[in-house]
């Protein structure tokens, strides 16, 4: 009920990242509402775009193309005195930056940023972000490691509202008959033994996963029993340090890295149990969908991991760098099916309840509502 709001949503790309998905299912759902939701992009359009269209929603795009680009932010502010929507919000640091101004320019009722995720990259960035959360209502993200960060980055935080990230819970589930065939085939793949356990990590091979402390743990498991295998799904920087530690520790024939994987769910239908050991996170997608798969989960005990976790409840939670720890709880797992499984079903119904894509958008449309009623 109440008013009609109009509401600007603007990114920088339409790509196929989180915070791209995540922005065309709340903006699907508000136009659900009867919100009159506009998107823009900031740089350009992406793939994300045709669901968008399909939606019947106008997408604006800018065509910013440099770091300082002041036409591109004339558009943005002709857009904005255009449109005049009742709300805007962003979403990433260049839109951010852009959008925020703009909208300040054109003394939007309701101004919003985005942060979605840790960003110990910034420097100068951090400047603008701390200018801008002055004349900005709210800042939305997605879980509080994300907000702890920036409040020791001096952001207020009384600014921030937390709206976990939403997961299609109908796209990600497994039968029995397919988690089978999966748990048979990927074994055969890799050249395993059908009573082989498969332990995966899935996420970009840079420092801030800490797969080093994963691979140790894995070493670890080695001596306590000889069925484990340590798969890891996923790219980066870091992959010639894992294989040269992973050849250091003599572990080549249990640790296995696969690169990036179009596969995904089915390898983590195929794996006993999923390991995250980020040293900080913001709300880990990759997480999300391993516990909406039913799988165990052993992850670090971190702000961003504790908001999907409660320790023994949807899974184990364990020191962030303590290989020990990760090997321990996980032999305790492996051996324990009916804890595995108490685990795995706690953790699919926590998504379920908690994090559907209609409770996020519900939750940014009552932010919208409250903000401008103290407009109002």
């Not at 196929?16 to 922005?23: D, I, T, V, W």
């Not at 997605?142 to 709206?163: H, M, T």
């Not at 048979?184 to 995966?200: A, T, W």
Request: hydrophobic content about 40%; overall charge neutral; proline content about 4%.
């Amino acid at each position: 009920g109440g008013v009609a709001v109009k509401v600007l949503e603007i990114i920088p790309t339409l790509d196929e990242g989180g915070a791209e998905k995540q922005l065309c299912l709340l903006a699907a759902g508000l136009a659900h509402q009867n919100v009159d939701v506009h998107v823009c992009a900031l740089t350009r359009l992406g793939p994300r775009a045709q669901s968008l269209a399909e939606a019947k929603i106008p997408v604006h795009e800018v065509n910013k193309h440099w770091k300082l680009d002041i036409p591109a932010y004339r558009r943005l502010k002709r857009l904005i005195a255009e449109l005049r929507p009742d709300v805007v919000h962003t979403w990433l640091f260049a839109a951010n930056a852009y959008g925020r101004q703009a909208a300040i320019a054109n003394r939007t009722p309701v101004i919003i940023a985005g942060e979605r995720c840790v960003d110990p990259w910034k420097t100068w960035e951090l400047m603008i972000d701390r200018r801008l959360a002055k004349r900005t209502d709210r800042i939305a993200t997605n879980s509080s490691g994300v907000r702890d960060f920036y409040v020791g980055k001096g952001l207020p935080k009384e600014k921030f509202a937390i709206i976990p990230n939403a997961i299609e819970l109908e796209q990600i589930s497994v039968t029995d008959e397919q988690r089978d065939r999966a748990r048979r085939e990927v074994r055969q793949e890799l050249g395993l033994q059908q009573d082989d356990k498969i332990v995966i990590a899935v996420g970009r091979l840079w420092p801030q996963k800490r797969y080093k402390d994963l691979i140790w743990a894995a070493d670890l498991l080695k001596v306590v029993r000889d069925d484990v295998h340590f798969v890891i799904v996923g790219e980066g920087p870091q992959r010639w340090r894992l294989e040269r530690f992973r050849s250091q520790v003599e572990i080549e024939d249990r640790v296995h890295l696969l690169g990036h994987r179009p596969d995904v769910r089915r390898l983590l239908a195929a794996a006993n149990c999923y390991w995250l050991g980020s040293g900080y996170e913001g709300q880990s997608n990759s997480l999300m969908e391993a516990m909406a798969m039913e799988l165990p989960v052993v992850v670090s005990d971190i702000p961003g991991n504790r908001d999907l976790v409660v320790d023994g409840c949807h899974g184990l939670l364990a020191p962030p760098g303590d290989g020990t720890q990760f090997a321990r709880l996980t032999q305790t797992l492996l051996d324990d099916d009916e804890l595995s499984r108490r685990l795995g079903t706690a953790a699919r119904r926590r998504m379920a309840e908690e994090f559907t894509v209609d409770k996020m958008v519900e939750r940014h449309l009552s932010l919208y509502r409250q903000l401008l009623e103290g407009v109002g």
